[in-house]
């Protein structure tokens, strides 16, 4: 199943979730439909197409080697600049890990798998009391703020997705404190946690999909998705207006980490309302979730 497939099913069933309707794709006439309502569904990349065919190459060898792994369906997300496991035993235990992980699954739940990592801790000084940050933490530096005795810089470059749990970070933060505490000045120290991997069980027939982006397509993803996105809203707004349907929609799929660090929405607020005028919906797809854009239609009965 493409990437499509998958964001087009996630699409219809949160559409039927919300809206209490029994839509179903017919691929034949391209449109969705339930007993009253047809809806023109299209799904686009907010990333183009990648021309690493290295990448390529080695997405689909995994997916040839999880389908034959694991007996039921489902689709691995691959955090933003994240690189695909290679090599032994990593792939391997991957693959073990993912197995793991869909058995427990019901169609559409969501789970983890957590790759081991290592963030790098080193202390600079004994003055100030800050931590430099980069990497998948940078968005939490503040956090560490007053809670050292030094100046520090933290590597958290191999952490590309925290798990959902609330207690997950909280915990992390505190073990990282804890080892800055002991540290004398440009001592360095590893610190073990994990990269969590969303794994989702799907519908339909026994095949994996795996859905990313390579890691060097993630530089300047912010431009790209402006640009990119824009072209997407004009040309899918032209060809839906030209489908004989009640309703009209448009799935992007983005390849953000985590849905609540999603950039589409900032993006949209930069363009003009008439680009995508005639949408009834625009949603975004990310690690498995989906989230309207624009105002839902509010005429559209359950």
């Known amino acids: 199943m493409s990437e499509t497939d998958i964001c087009l099913e996630l699409f219809i069933f949160w559409l039927?979730?919300?809206?209490?309707?029994?839509?179903?794709?017919?691929?034949?006439?391209?449109?969705?439909?339930?007993?009253?309502?047809?809806?023109?569904?299209?799904?686009?990349?907010?990333?183009?197409?990648?021309?690493?065919?290295?990448?390529?190459?080695?997405?689909?060898?995994?997916?040839?080697?999880?389908?034959?792994?694991?007996?039921?369906?489902?689709?691995?997300?691959?955090?933003?600049?994240?690189?695909?496991p290679a090599g032994e035993p990593a792939t391997s235990d991957f693959?073990?890990?993912?197995?793991?992980?869909?058995?427990?699954?019901?169609?559409?739940?969501?789970?983890?798998?957590p790759l081991?990592?290592?963030?790098?801790?080193?202390?600079?000084?004994?003055?100030?009391?800050?931590?430099?940050?980069?990497?998948?933490?940078?968005?939490?530096?503040?956090?560490?703020?007053?809670?050292?005795?030094?100046?520090?810089?933290?590597?958290?470059?191999?952490?590309?997705?925290?798990?959902?749990?609330?207690e997950h970070l909280p915990e992390l933060i505190d073990r990282?404190?804890?080892?800055?505490?002991?540290?004398?000045?440009?001592?360095?120290?590893?610190?073990?946690?994990?990269d969590a991997w969303t794994v989702q069980r799907r519908d339909g027939k026994q095949a994996v999909t795996v859905i990313g982006v390579p890691a060097a397509d993630a530089q300047d993803m912010g431009l790209a998705v402006r640009r990119n996105f824009r072209r997407v809203l004009a040309e899918s707004t032209s060809a839906l207006r030209e489908v004989e349907a009640e309703l009209r929609a448009l799935v992007v799929l983005g390849p953000y980490p985590r849905i609540e660090q999603e950039g589409a929405t900032t993006a949209m607020r930069g363009y003009d309302p008439a680009l995508y005028a005639g949408l009834d919906f625009v949603c975004l797809v990310a690690d498995g979730l989906v989230k309207p854009l624009i105002q839902p239609p509010a005429g559209l009965p359950p």
């Open 95 to 113: 693959i073990e890990s993912v197995r793991n992980a869909g058995a427990k699954l019901q169609p559409r739940e969501r789970s983890y798998v």
């Open 176 to 194: 990282i404190i804890e080892r800055a505490a002991k540290l004398e000045t440009g001592q360095m120290v590893e610190i073990e946690t994990i």
């Open 116 to 166: 081991p990592i290592s963030l790098l801790l080193r202390k600079n000084a004994d003055g100030g009391g800050v931590v430099s940050v980069t990497g998948g933490l940078n968005a939490h530096w503040a956090r560490f703020t007053e809670h050292v005795r030094g100046t520090y810089d933290l590597d958290s470059t191999r952490l590309h997705r925290l798990p959902e749990s609330e």
């Open 16 to 84: 039927n979730l919300t809206y209490q309707r029994t839509f179903r794709w017919d691929e034949f006439a391209a449109v969705a439909f339930d007993d009253n309502t047809r809806a023109a569904i299209q799904v686009r990349p907010l990333m183009g197409l990648s021309a690493n065919g290295e990448w390529l190459t080695a997405r689909d060898r995994l997916q040839e080697q999880l389908t034959a792994a694991l007996p039921s369906p489902v689709a691995v997300w691959v955090p933003l600049g994240a690189d695909l």
